[in-house]
């Protein structure tokens, strides 16, 4: 049951990047695919072929883990015109398109904790390969092909010294498929893409390794990671090792209505600028690939009430304090300096804006001392030959990186 929890924010990692906006095959972007978790087959020695997780574990004397790898198998769809490979063909209205598309799987292992403190564990896996002809017309025949995949799990766990019980689980996923070519292309089709690890122990718990106790601490710094991430996901006894570094407990937001392969962007604009595709750009989505049509159909029939959900959502009600003059002036240097008072800027050196280099020297005026939401004294400034102070817009430094003059 917590590997299931996982597989929303697990289903977000494995198609990542699967496919960009504007989602049609013709954009550039969508020429060179797949950049997360892409396990190569050996005879490729650009990319690499494995990935490993190192994290801790408390277990208990029958914990049991379970181990869930998925990812990604390229499966190569052809259009083919007479029995002749043809970029796209149109058939009753219906345009077909050479493309890449991918098939989701999953390799389970389960296996007890006393085995994986005994020694190496190895857990082999293939993957078929197949080919599936459709007639789609006389003269039209969509061909989809994959190719046999091969891999294994490595597993042991070393018991830590010290009165805690915890161990150091070790987990790497190797793609060991044979392959033969010359380009990335050809070996995508080899590999294992958008490869992560799901794991659950029952019973036990896994340690955060983004925010360990202290007593972890120096086991956790000494944990090796390669190509993987693990957090922990629905509940402590869950993990997920990812190929995007995430924090402890991700989630979906709930406004989120259905897949858009950018988990990084923002809903409301992806959905927004589908809306805004021509309808020769939507044929040709939908012709690029199935989930991609699923996209433009969904944000054709999302209702208005849908679409608002994704402009904001408040999660919190805590008031906050605003921004508000404390005092009449402060004092710096000692004098006495208010709004209308000259000073010189001096930013610090661990300011976050770097462009505040250029401000060194120049002279301003205040225009208010104001403090902010935690508490901090700021002065708002207008500098000399700068903007003009009735649009509002000022500068704001510390008491301390000001001089009076």
Not at 182 to 193: G, P, Q, V
Not at 219 to 246: F, H, K, M, N, Q
Not at 315 to 321: E, K, M, N, V
Request: include cysteine; proline fraction near 7%.
């Amino acid at each position: 049951m917590s590997v299931e929890q996982a597989r929303q924010v697990a289903d977000a990692v494995l198609y990542e990047g699967y496919l960009l906006y504007p989602y049609r095959a013709s954009a550039t972007k969508n020429q060179l695919r797949w950049q997360f978790g892409v396990l190569m087959p050996p005879g490729f020695p650009e990319e690499n072929s494995s990935c490993v997780t190192q994290l801790l574990v408390e277990p208990s004397l029958h914990t049991v883990l379970h181990l869930r790898v998925r990812f990604l198998q390229v499966q190569a769809r052809t259009v083919l015109v007479n029995g002749v490979e043809t970029p796209s063909a149109v058939v009753d209205g219906t345009e077909w398109t050479s493309w890449d598309e991918a098939v989701q799987q999953e390799v389970d292992a389960v296996l007890r904790f006393a085995d994986l403190l005994a020694g190496d564990n190895t857990v082999p896996f293939t993957v078929d390969g197949g080919v599936e002809r459709e007639q789609v017309s006389t003269e039209v025949c969509v061909v989809r092909r994959r190719w046999p995949l091969s891999g294994s799990i490595e597993l042991r766990a070393d018991a830590l010294p010290g009165p805690y019980g915890a161990s150091r689980l070790s987990v790497t996923v190797a793609n060991v498929s044979g392959w033969a070519g010359s380009s990335r292309d050809e070996a995508l089709r080899h590999a294992l893409i958008a490869a992560h690890t799901v794991m659950s122990v029952s019973p036990g718990r896994f340690v955060s390794m983004v925010d360990p106790p202290e007593w972890a601490k120096p086991a956790v710094r000494e944990c090796r990671c390669e190509r993987t991430w693990p957090v922990l996901v629905g509940d402590a006894a869950t993990a997920l090792s990812s190929p995007i570094i995430l924090y402890d407990y991700p989630s979906i937001a709930p406004e989120s209505a259905g897949e858009l392969f950018d988990g990084l962007e923002i809903d409301e604009i992806l959905t927004l600028r589908t809306m805004a595709l021509t309808d020769e750009e939507k044929r040709e989505v939908r012709a690029t690939d199935p989930r991609a049509a699923a996209i433009v159909d969904r944000v054709d029939a999302m209702p208005p009430e849908l679409l608002d959900r994704l402009h904001g959502a408040i999660r919190s009600l805590t008031p906050a304090r605003s921004v508000t003059p404390v005092e009449p002036s402060v004092v710096v240097a000692g004098v006495r300096v208010a709004k209308g008072s000259r000073v010189r800027l001096k930013p610090g050196i661990r300011r976050a804006d770097a462009q505040d280099m250029f401000l060194a020297g120049r002279s301003a005026t205040v225009q208010a001392v104001l403090h902010d939401i935690d508490g901090d004294l700021h002065l708002a400034v207008a500098v000399d030959d700068d903007l003009d102070p009735d649009y509002g817009r000022f500068r704001y430094f510390s008491a301390e990186e000001v001089e009076p003059l």
